[in-house]
């Protein structure tokens, strides 16, 4: 049996979720209530039940139940997900969803870009996670419905919501390298309005981030506030607003050229706003409007060491027009228009400061009997390098309601930055954008006994950024559009309950690989794979997680060889009443010792301890 849903229920998702852009499920039969529970909108960009696209959901209590508090480990625990850190909580993280590049991904917040415009990368671990309330993974091509960087996937993040009545919470944690945390935040409403509001300090001592450095500790804190409010106006039209800002400070090293006493101090400010309307014009068209902005600021100070003082500031603004139509029943057509301006400005004398990019989309979705649908096309005219056309095309069989099969393919593509174009002197204003085609099958099967899921995939990425010498000057090197590179992979995820435990594991085999040589992409491990085990009983709640990464490589050449290496986590939870809970963890049990980057060193044994109040 296909699920189906009616305007009604279209309506009212995209209420709910107001062009923030989420993923999701397997199809399968369920109540009214528990198919806008389920109802995401991600990874079509419009609400969606029967998602296509290989789809992870991680929920606040989630993130409750395995006490990660940051960003990227947090996401380095899902399907297809590896992750780079450069010494330890809050220093410099990377992710690769399917060995495609750090900003091959696209980040999403509330609906809102979130990234760099210079680096073109973002800063996940200045992300507070006490301030998420759901984050929504799809996994593989996507700038058929978004535009740049959704080569790997889209991840978003939905900040905390607000919720009817009245309702305040709060928590405190202590734990090794005298790392604090502590939070706050009330979330309330009626049946017109609903509000959240929290605040967040997270702090630690940190470890000594580079192994031929100072033997010092290399801190780190954060301090964070988020709003959300929405506004039901009348029955069929509905405000949203909501706010974050985090502001960070970071001690760390000075790099491979710095001297051995020189200290690296950066200040960094990540803030995310945007306002949106949602109005049902008829019974089957749904209006959508959401203007935003991102920024990412960025100031860096030298101590002991002859690196200049240096700020980097960037904004990224837009807005979004999208109308959901429902042509009739089980066929739904998304038409979208994006309007986009990444502005700069810092204390490098960049050529160029600014650019916009325009778009449209289309995108369509069926169920028709065993049958799944979804074929999208964007256009992109950005004002540095001119046009660029994408698509995505989704086909899914039903073989029974526990089995489901599924191909699709795509195009995408990722803009050069602005340091990539216009940095001072090496700056390189021809370059085009990197390009990919990728495809993917796989299978998701769901019975009385596991819900699993099991993916093979290939993308290929042409016109690849890197740096290579001029043909004027083979002493100056520029980034040039000259490398190609290959993903090829197989990933399968799978949960259970078994003897009154929750059970859930994943597991990725891929090799991410240089055309030109055959070598590794740098930074990017062939297997990866993570098992977590919870089991409540009574008040107590207990549970093991288990995280599995081979070697990889540090450098292009594949000379330099990181190790492999696996950490067990435990963690335990007591409910004292209905209000309060404590809860203990330790991660990285057996205090193994690894590197995800040449001389940086990671976290050690670590343990916390935590008190919470949730009426």
């Known amino acids: 049996m296909q699920n189906s849903y009616g305007p009604k229920a279209l309506r009212t998702s995209v209420r709910l979720t107001l062009a923030a852009i989420a993923v999701s499920s397997i199809p399968f039969s369920v109540t009214a209530d528990e198919q806008l529970d389920a109802m995401t909108v991600t990874a079509n960009r419009m609400p969606s039940l029967n998602v296509l696209a290989p789809t992870t959901v991680i929920t606040r209590a989630d993130i409750e139940r395995l006490q990660i508090n940051d960003l990227p480990s947090l ?26 590049n750090s900003d091959h991904v696209l980040f999403l917040v509330d609906g809102v870009k979130w990234h760099s415009a210079t680096l073109g990368g973002t800063s996940i671990q200045d992300f507070p996670v006490e301030q998420v309330e759901r984050i929504e993974i799809v996994r593989g091509s996507r700038s058929g419905l978004y535009g740049s960087e959704a080569i790997g996937g889209v991840i978003q993040i939905f900040t905390r ?105 950066s200040n960094n400010t990540q803030q995310v706003l945007q306002a949106g309307i949602t109005a049902d014009v008829t019974e089957d068209w749904a209006l959508n409007l959401q203007l935003g902005e991102s920024r990412d600021e960025n100031d860096n100070s030298d101590i002991g060491g002859f690196t200049p003082t240096s700020n980097f500031n960037t904004r990224h603004r837009f807005v ?14 998304n038409i979208g228009l994006d309007y986009i301006v990444d502005d700069i400005d810092g204390s490098a004398d960049y050529a160029e400061t600014s650019r916009d990019n325009k778009a449209i989309f289309i995108s369509w979705q069926a169920n028709v ?15 540095h390098f001119g046009s660029k056309n994408t698509g995505t095309a989704e ?20 803009a050069p930055t602005f340091n990539d174009l216009y940095w001072p002197f090496v700056g390189n204003k021809d370059l085009q954008p990197e390009e990919s085609t990728s495809w993917t099958m796989g299978l998701n099967g769901k019975n009385d006994l596991f819900d699993w899921g099991v993916n093979i995939y290939h993308t290929k990425i042409d016109d690849l950024i890197d740096w290579a010498p001029t043909s004027y000057d083979p002493n100056i090197w520029v980034p040039t559009n000259i490398n190609q590179a290959k993903v090829k992979g197989l990933e399968f995820d799978i949960s259970t309950v078994l003897i009154g435990a929750d059970i859930s594991a994943n597991a990725s085999f891929l090799k991410p690989e240089d055309e030109a040589t055959g070598n590794l992409l740098a930074r990017r491990s062939q297997r990866l794979a993570n098992i977590h085990i919870d089991k409540q009983k009574g008040a107590w709640s207990t549970g093991a997680s288990l995280k599995l990464r081979g070697h990889s490589f540090d450098n292009a050449s594949n000379t330099i060889r990181l190790g492999g290496y696996g950490l067990l986590d435990l963690r335990v939870s007591y409910k004292i009443d209905s209000d309060w809970s404590v809860q203990a963890n330790i991660k990285n049990v057996f205090d193994k010792e690894y590197q995800t980057v040449k001389d940086y060193n990671s976290l050690d044994r670590t343990g916390m301890v935590t008190l919470s109040y949730t009426p």
């Open 75 to 100: 996401l380095s625990r899902q399907p297809g997900i590896d992750m780079t850190v450069s010494g330890g909580i809050g220093k410099v993280s990377s992710i690769h969803i399917r060995g495609t």
């Open 161 to 265: 919501q607000g919720q009817q009545g009245f309702t305040p919470y709060a928590k405190a944690s202590y734990g090794s390298h005298d790392s604090k945390q502590f939070s706050a935040g009330v979330s309330g409403g009626d049946e017109l309005t609903e509000y959240n509001l929290s605040i967040n300090h997270q702090s630690t001592e940190g470890i000594n981030a580079r192994t031929d450095k100072n033997l010092d500790k290399d801190g780190y804190r954060s301090n964070s506030v988020s709003a959300n409010v929405k506004h039901k106006v009348t029955d069929n039209v509905e405000l949203t607003a909501s706010i974050l800002r985090a502001e960070s400070h970071n001690d760390a090293d000075a790099g491979k050229w710095g001297s051995a006493a020189e200290i690296n101090t």
């Open 320 to 333: 979004t027009l999208i109308n959901t139509v429902n042509i009739f029943q089980e066929h739904y057509l």
């Open 369 to 383: 009997d065993q049958f799944s649908y979804l074929l999208s096309v964007r256009h992109d005219d950005n004002e």
């Open 395 to 414: 086909w899914g069989y039903q073989f029974k309601p526990t089995l489901q099969f599924v191909m699709s393919a795509g195009t995408s593509f990722k």
